[in-house]
């Protein structure tokens, strides 16, 4: 057997890293060309729609001519007087109960109709004087 580059490798382990290195080479030379096919492809797709939607409804060139049509079409009917529309606004009218407590609330209350004041109660202590029952403190 003879001895190769690598320390001790037989020669068949190198012919073979050779002919494999030589099929890696061109799988990467391959894969380099899709790759740029890729981004061409990929600019020119680019470039499309650009023009595209700068020709499209609402883009920077509007056409202004229109195609003439090849037979006028027919005229469309007379539009006959529509229905009036219903309003969108609605009138409410207050029930007369409701007018009549209205009516109240604006009138000065007179003095037969408000209850006189209730004397206070004795022995029943104020808020201000209210405290809650006392509980012993903790130990």
């Not at 061109?26 to 020709?55: F, N, T």
């Not at 037979?71 to 609605?90: K, L, V």
């Amino acid at each position: 057997m003879s001895k190769g580059p690598y320390n001790g490798a037989p020669k068949y382990i190198n012919d073979f890293s050779k002919a494999l290195a030589g099929e890696v080479r061109i799988l990467l030379a391959e894969v380099g060309q899709l790759r740029d096919e890729r981004r061409a492809l990929q600019y020119e797709i680019a470039e499309l729609m650009s023009v595209k939607s700068k020709h499209g409804a609402g883009g920077e060139y509007a056409p202004e001519w229109r195609p003439k049509p090849e037979e006028e079409p027919p005229a469309p009917p007379e539009p006959t007087a529509p229905a009036p529309a219903r309003p969108a606004w609605r009138v409410v009218n207050k029930r007369a109960e409701r007018k009549e407590k209205a009516l109240a609330k604006q009138r000065p209350p007179s003095p037969n109709s408000v209850p006189p004041l209730e004397p206070p109660k004795p022995n029943v202590p104020a808020w201000a004087q209210w405290r809650r029952p006392s509980t012993p403190p903790p130990k």
